[in-house]
């Protein structure tokens, strides 16, 4: 008896592989518009096409687990993970000053989509299915790029019917470019791979962001150190002949401020855009807290009430503008040790895997959480979600699938 029902289970396993679910066409749709998620926000009245997607998502992924798997394939490797979104998410209860604004909005949906994404088993075709997405998103960047070219010296701003904050939109894409070498590595589809890591990288240096150009440096570098054998050397040679192009085109297409943005000197005399005195302000702030606020921090969005650092000339107070000492003030060393054995349990995961896109993807949500609160990005589900179900899909076996 128990033999066939271990018989039945297998086989239903073995047709589960191949489907395609109503909640990864979903997905597939956020995943596409993910690079210009900001400048779709007022499309249409009340929530935006990105937080309706996502609530749409979660519902119809809800009623999959409850209704069609009806048990959870949660991997005890990713306690942590769980560890530190229940944490983050309880912390709200001692922030004296806390509101269910859009900051703690986009956690609570980054929460539930990292949730139902990491409880559910995905096909192979649900992760072609996103593989296209990724593509399609690149293509979206490029004609909303067209669409808002900046005049000789002005930094890329893009607008569809909102603004979009150039680094937002150059951190975004640069993740993507994880899946592009990939591919390059795995001698698939090469000329359309290039084009799309050449499209990435003139955005990024149109846009000005040094996060983005941080975050796509770091991804690049992850992956050259994977290369291995004599393609090592070519592949480090043709890129460095790519970026030299890159460079030159840049130079005369866009004009030597933008790239002056990129130097030394800059970073230097503007202080990384402002963010070395934030970054300040909020490590004094860590230090001059009493033991319980050192250990479990001010609560979920509590940043700007505790901190309260304003600029010259501005009126609010601002965002800490760095993941990790985020974490410090609104966790305490309870909430930077979780997000930190977070990562960890997510690396561990993906390398155990050999599944190097999610290696890369973590790489580059690291690299853009330096200089932006990424923990409400959107990119942070997606980095989760690439380090968790993602597969090989170059030969398409079941037991290759997760």
Not at 32 to 44: E, K, N, Q
Request: net charge positive; charged share 15%.
């Amino acid at each position: 008896m128990a033999e066939q029902v271990l018989k039945k289970e297998k086989l239903l396993l073995n047709a589960d592989k191949w489907q395609v679910r109503p909640s990864s066409w979903i997905l597939a749709v956020y995943i596409a518009l993910m690079p210009v998620s900001t400048a779709l926000a007022d499309l249409f009245a009340g929530p935006s096409v990105m937080t309706l997607f996502a609530g749409i998502y979660i519902m119809v992924s809800l009623c999959e687990v409850v209704f069609i798997y009806r048990r959870l394939e949660a991997d005890i490797g990713l306690i942590p993970v769980y560890a530190y979104f229940l944490f983050t998410m309880a912390s709200c209860l001692w922030n004296e000053y806390f509101d269910a604004d859009w900051y703690f909005g986009q956690f609570a949906i980054t929460t539930a989509i990292v949730f139902c994404i990491t409880v559910k088993r995905v096909s192979v075709k649900e992760i072609k299915l996103f593989k296209l997405a990724m593509y399609i998103s690149i293509l979206i960047a490029v004609i909303s790029t067209l669409m808002n070219l900046p005049k000789p010296g002005k930094r890329l701003m893009i607008w569809i019917t909102s603004y979009m904050d150039p680094n937002d939109f150059a951190c975004g894409l640069a993740i993507v470019v994880s899946l592009f070498l990939v591919e390059l590595m795995n001698k698939k589809r090469i000329i359309l791979n290039v084009l799309c890591v050449a499209a990435v990288g003139i955005i990024v240096l149109m846009s000005g962001s040094r996060g983005g150009l941080l975050t796509m440096g770091c991804i690049v570098m992850v992956w050259l150190f994977n290369l291995k054998g004599p393609i090592r050397m070519k592949i480090l040679l043709a890129l460095i002949a790519f970026v030299a192009i890159v460079l030159f085109c840049a130079e005369n297409g866009i004009g030597p401020k933008i790239l002056y943005r990129f130097s030394i000197t800059r970073l230097i005399s503007d202080g990384g855009g402002g963010r070395m005195p934030i970054w300040k302000a909020g490590i004094e702030k860590f230090l001059t807290s009493d033991p319980l606020h050192v250990i479990f921090g001010y609560g979920h969005g509590s940043y700007t009430t505790s901190v309260r650092y304003v600029a010259i000339g501005h009126d609010d107070p601002y965002i800490a503008h760095n993941m990790f000492i985020n974490a410090l003030l609104e966790g305490g060393l309870v909430g930077l040790g979780l997000i930190v054995s977070c990562f960890a349990a997510l690396y561990r995961y993906a390398a155990k895997h050999k599944n190097l896109f999610g290696i890369l993807a973590l790489t580059g949500f690291i690299a853009e959480g330096l200089t932006l609160d990424a923990q409400v990005y959107r990119t942070f589900a997606f980095a989760v979600a690439m380090a968790v179900i993602w597969r090989e899909t170059s030969k398409e076996k079941p037991e290759n699938v997760r």
